[in-house]
C-alpha cells in the first residue's frame, strides 16, 4: 500500500469545519423530508420563516447549541441526530457508527454473542486498505508488549504505537519501507547463501 503525506490532497480539518454547517443542514433536511414536512411547516415549530429554515438546511447559517436544540425537538429526534459525531460517551459513539452506516456501507454483525463491524465487504476499497495498515501495526505492538520484559520497554512500545497513531497515515510510508527494507536483507542473504552452495557444487563437480 502506497500512502503520501496528506494523500487527500487538502487539510481535512479545514474542510471539516467549512462543511460542518452544510452536513447539520443536510441532516434536518433528511429528517424533515422524511417526516413529510415543507420548510414553511418546520419553521413554525421553530418559529422562524421558511427562508430562514432553508438557509440552515443549505448550510448558509449554522444553527447554535439553543437553536439545534429546537431543531431536534421539533423533528422528534435527538441532538445528536443532527450533529458531526461526538464519540465521548457511549450514546455518542452509536451515532458515529449511524453516521459510519450512511457514509461508508458500515455493517453490525454478532457471531457467538460478540459483536463486530465490517466496512462493504470487509476487503475491498480505500477504508479497508486503511483498517489493514492499523491492524497490522496494532498485531505488532501486541506481539511486541508480550515480549516485552521490563515496565521500561513497555512504556516504549505504547509510546511508539500512539505516535504511529497520532502521525497516521504519514506513519504507514516509514513503516512499509522499513518493511521492504527488511525483506531485501532478507533475500539478499538468501541469495548469498545459494550463491555459495553453488560455488560449492560446481567446485566438487571439477
Known sequence: MVLIHNPFGFNPLEIHEEDSGKRVGRRIREIRTTRGWTQAELGEWVGLSADRVQKYENGIRKPKS??????????????????????????????ALFAME?????????????????????????LNNLLKEWSKRYARAEKDLKSASTEEQRERILKDYKIWEWT????????NEDDVTKK???????????????????????
Not at 168 to 175: A, N, R, T
Open 168 to 175: 497516521f497515515p504519514e506513519c504507514v510510508i516509514s513503516y
Open 102 to 126: 450512511k457514509q461508508f456501507d458500515l455493517r453490525i454483525l454478532e457471531e457467538d454473542g460478540q459483536i463486530h463491524f465490517v466496512f462493504g465487504d470487509g476487503v475491498s476499497g480505500d
Open 184 to 206: 531485501k536483507k532478507e533475500l539478499q542473504k538468501k541469495i548469498d547463501n545459494l550463491q555459495k552452495e553453488l560455488s560449492k557444487l560446481d567446485g566438487d563437480d571439477q
Open 66 to 95: 439553543d437553536m439545534l436544540r429546537e431543531f431536534a425537538k421539533a423533528l422528534g429526534v435527538e441532538t445528536l441526530a443532527l450533529t458531526d459525531p461526538i464519540i465521548d460517551s457511549y450514546l455518542g459513539v452509536v451515532y
